[in-house]
């Protein structure tokens, strides 16, 4: 199973932001014991790239991935930290290149179809939508889905666990992003079963909507 096929399998894709690279290893496995194996650990913080590292190395049953990356060169200290994807809140072109160029998974925010079109130019047919609630939610994404209709979406900002099942149950959506699933919160007071408890909850809403 691939990178992608795995984040669509998983379902979710849980925004981590890590304040102190100690607490990455935990964070993983919490949501690995509430049965999600995806981990996208953002740059927002600079703990965030030896995070990604910890992770890769000491919890690989983890898919771990790096968001918010904004930069060639954060791009490619990610991917040699052991990111198996990139994140990027928008389009750049230098970034998606060297990623198409290189095999590793990138997953660009575009939310006009002037951004679809690169990133369909590139062979990309999954692309972030952020953020989802600024730009429309499920109705842009729908509307974007006519012209692009194989291209899908995993749409992060404005989604949690009350509105994961409308997100999860339209077609043109791969998976989708939230930092709700390890709060800051959870992750620095050390409140791993929290963690775990709201990642088992999304994951029996999903599986709920497959049956």
Sequence with gaps: MDVLERIGDCGVVPVTVLETEENAVPTAKALLAGGVDIMEITLRTKAGMNSIRRVAQNCQEI?????TVTTLEQCKQAVEAGARFIVSPGFDRELVKWCTENGVVVTPGC???????????????????????????????????????????????????????????????HAVGGSWLCSKQDIESGNYDSITAIAAEAIKTINALQQ
């Design 63 to 67: 898919c771990v991935g790096a968001g």
């Design 111 to 173: 939310v006009t179809p002037t951004e679809i079109m690169e990133a369909m130019s590139y062979g990309l047919r999954v692309l972030k939508f952020f953020p989802a609630d600024v730009f429309g939610g499920l109705s842009a994404m729908k509307a974007l889905s006519g012209p692009f209709g194989n291209v899908k979406f995993i749409p992060t900002g404005g989604v949690s666990g009350k509105n994961l099942g409308d997100y999860i149950s339209a077609p043109f959506v």
